[in-house]
């Protein structure tokens, strides 16, 4: 992975941290591990640039969960899988965002809060705190096994 972070870099975290909030599986906490390793990035760069990336993969959830809505609505036949989110989201409605991190659960909350149409502005910003809270505790344990770099 060395000569890959070398050549990417940031926009590989980047890239990494977007496909890992989407519907697609990704590793962008190892690719955040590797990188404080390297010492090249400064913690907040780092911090910053996983946050976004994160935030606009389920921001994008969020985006086809409101275009399904736009043809289905909620009250629509719910695949059995995301019935649970869909419940959830309409018991806490918004704050249930901060947990959009989680893997498995948080691309569906995500997928249901854009369905319900949840405040766009409320849902960015349980989005990015969550997302942030956990890439900055991957940070922490990183630079806790690496060092200072």
Not at 20 to 37: D, H, I, K, M, N
Not at 88 to 109: A, E, H, Q
Not at 117 to 136: D, E, M, Q, T
């Amino acid at each position: 992975m060395s000569e890959w972070a070398r050549e990417f870099g940031l926009s590989g975290l980047f890239l990494s941290a977007f496909i890992s909030s989407t519907l697609a599986p990704g590793g962008s906490e190892a690719v955040l591990a590797y990188l404080v390793g390297l010492g090249r990035f400064g913690d907040a760069v780092l911090l910053g640039v996983a946050t976004l990336g994160n935030t606009l993969g389920a921001l994008t959830t969020w985006g086809l969960g409101a275009w399904v809505a736009r043809r289905y609505s909620p009250e629509a036949a719910l695949e059995p899988r995301r019935e649970r989110a869909v419940a959830r989201v309409r018991r806490w409605g918004w704050p249930v965002l901060l947990l959009s991190w989680l893997p498995i659960v948080g691309d569906g909350l995500c997928f249901a809060g854009g369905w319900l149409r949840l405040p766009f502005w409320r849902s960015l910003l349980a989005i990015a705190a969550g997302k942030g809270l956990r890439y900055g505790a991957i940070l922490w344990a990183s630079r806790s096994l690496f060092g200072s770099g």
